[in-house]
């Protein structure tokens, strides 16, 4: 029987799980998947392949068995704390698993994930505050559809850190702040090794910052790529038969940043968020991150100031 997956890093979006994973991956004694994120839990045309097939795809690659035979495995998917189906079979998968969940300030986290929604040809509506009135409608008819466009839904943390901590237990639960992680990444690095076992002493590289924001040159270009994908299965799977998946992600992620405008340009990073709709938005978040405080022992006032951006 393959390896079982140690920890997995399962939310929140555009909270810095990227740079994150990358972060804990350089640890000698953890080993972590190519791919942005790992969809076998979430994604049913995956997970009915078996986990011996997952293991195969996300975690051999390159390598052989006995390779990472010693290696913490370490997996990410954003989404997965916002299905109980799906961390059911993370938990049957391996219920000491530790898992760790990146929260930012919802607000940001929303309007973050909007924009990034628009650059990888996700959303078409073109004005957040029509997208958020969208949303209930979009979220009732299938979350797993309009999951990469729920942006007010995957902001209310509460719910779902007091079900993992129900699931799988306080000490195998570890809720970092985002703005934590940019504070000082090596320190939350290097307390997250030691609370699952390995040396704590390893420093990791931090100076690079993963999937930053950006916009794209052609919001079509990407609109049209991402659904011509999505809508020839045939396709795909000829393209999987050809090169492995992992490069397969690498050839999809170097399209769409190929697309980016550069960094330099001023047009280059999404528009400030609207003061009313950002103050409309810290009212309706209040409540569950007023809970969210009393349930982590942590003091997120700061999350409800206006002057935030």
Known sequence: MSKRIQLMIVGAQKAGTSSLLRYLAQHPDIHAHAQPEMTFFLQEREYTRGYEWAFAKYFVGENTDSEIEDKYLIAKNVMVMHSPEVMQRIYEHN???HLIVLLREPVARAYSAYWWARRRGWE?????EEALAAEEARVNEDWFKWR????QYNGIYYPHIKNLIAQFG???VH?????DLKENAKTVCQRLFGRIGICADFKPVISERHNQAAMPRSERFNFLFTRFLASHNLIRRAIRKLVPDATAYKLRKAVLDWNDKPQKDMKSVPPLLNPKTRERQIAYFKPFNEQLAE??????????SISRQ
């Open 295 to 304: 349930l982590l022992g942590r003091d997120l006032s700061s999350w409800s």
């Open 148 to 151: 990469q466009c729920a942006y």
């Open 95 to 97: 219920p000491e698993m």
């Open 124 to 128: 078409n509506i073109k004005t957040y």
């Open 170 to 172: 306080s000490s195998q």
């Open 175 to 179: 809720c970092v702040l985002t703005d």
